[in-house]
């Protein structure tokens, strides 16, 4: 039961002004779900944040104005106020990446620094010669690169960027430097924690036989089957299942959702998981079109969380706090740029779970 007592005003609106950096905007629902107070509460928390001027209402929900920063500046002998950039190559710039790369920005601006951004491609094998400029350019303090770490010349573009004299930091990406194994600076988000959530909440709404649908091309998938296998192996979940589907905008799309579709119905499976939004609205609509109700017959979970909570139904969604991925990525360029000596930082981001309507207890 919701409670409006669980914190003081005070701290409450604290939290409540940290997730509106953390992502940018949010909902009203999403923000009474995450903070447990009912929705009253959290309009009132952000007609009190909004007279302070560190908000701006937008219809239902609330958002942090440009000027203002993701976290609380902490520019004191910081040494950089309005000196230099910071770099960021992203490997797609329509989905995933402009969050983040927002929250670098929103960062870097925090810290005098402005943010030189660029695009490449996921089917890149040597990211090398994007990466060049980048570096060559004039005043930067660091790159943020995201590599194919498994292709052909990972191990080789791992070390030119060790050997670069700017530092580099990794970006929802791992990777280990020669023989010694020594790693790389980076940030993530713990996807392996995202799928055990997902697992947990269709759990204790009493679905037992459960699914997982993945791409089989995102470097995403492998830490999410992970967290998926060992939640429901921890579970004892009956007949759980892991499928990968093709992309969205494939001929052969279509058809994997039917065989999908017909796998649930042979495993009696009423709870699923599916990576990413597209994929699970995709998904969601089939089932539909065969007469079956989301969430009455079956609750989908989707991955992501940059389009579910504006589908019909909306979507319960694990969502990556990318934002904060790009503000700590920013951080570690900074603090290494300013200690070369110190340790390597490895960053894991914790995602969090949006309930919303596609998933309900079993009847």
Same mark, same amino acid.
């Given at each position: 039961m919701m409670t409006d007592q669980r914190d003081l005003p005070a701290p409450r609106r604290e939290r409540l002004l940290e997730l509106l950096r953390q992502r940018g905007s949010a909902r009203v629902t999403d923000l009474a779900s995450w903070l447990d107070v009912n929705a009253v509460t959290v309009r009132r928390d952000l007609a009190r944040l909004e007279s302070d001027g560190l908000i701006e209402r937008t219809h239902g929900g609330a958002s942090i104005p440009s000027a203002l920063s993701l976290s609380q500046p902490n520019l004191a002998g910081a040494g950089l106020m309005n000196e230099g950039q910071v770099a960021m190559l992203a490997p797609g710039l329509d989905f995933y990446w402009p969050e983040v790369a927002r929250g670098a920005e929103a960062r870097a601006r925090q810290l005098g620094l402005r943010l030189l951004l660029?695009? @490449? #491609?996921? %089917? #890149?094998?040597? %990211?090398? +010669?994007? =990466?060049? +400029? =980048?570096? %060559?350019? %004039?005043? !930067?303090?660091? !790159?943020?690169? !995201? /590599?194919?770490?498994?292709? /052909? @010349?990972a191990d080789e573009v791992m070390a030119w960027l060790a050997a670069q004299p700017v530092p580099s930091v990794l970006v929802e990406r791992e990777a280990q430097l020669g023989p010694t194994g020594e790693p790389v600076e980076s940030v993530v988000t713990d996807h392996a924690l995202g799928a055990a959530m997902a697992v947990w909440h269709l759990w204790q709404l009493g679905h037992r036989r459960l699914g997982l649908v993945v791409s089989p091309t995102s470097p995403t998938t492998s830490k999410i089957k992970v967290g998926w296998q060992r939640t429901c192996d921890e579970l004892a979940a009956e007949n759980a299942f892991a499928v990968h589907i093709p992309d969205h905008r494939t001929p052969g799309f279509a058809a994997a959702l039917e065989e999908i579709i017909d796998r649930c119905d042979d495993l009696g499976a009423t709870g699923l998981l599916v990576h990413s939004d597209r994929e699970a609205m995709g998904l969601l609509q089939q089932l539909e079109s065969r007469g079956r109700r989301v969430p009455d017959d079956i609750s989908i979970v989707a991955y992501d969380d940059e389009l579910a909570g504006l589908f019909t139904p909306a979507l319960t969604a694990v969502r990556p706090a990318r934002q904060a991925l790009g503000?700590?990525? !920013?951080? &570690? &360029?900074?603090?290494?740029?300013?200690?070369p000596g110190r340790p390597v930082h490895r960053v894991i981001i914790s995602p969090q779970l949006s309930v919303r309507e596609s998933t309900a207890a079993v009847v």
């Open positions: 660029r695009g @490449h #491609s996921y %089917e #890149s094998v040597d %990211e090398r +010669p994007a =990466l060049a +400029p =980048l570096f %060559e350019a %004039e005043d !930067v303090r660091g !790159v943020i690169a !995201v /590599p194919n770490t498994k292709g /052909p @010349h503000a700590a990525a !920013v951080d &570690l &360029l900074i603090a290494r740029f300013e200690d």
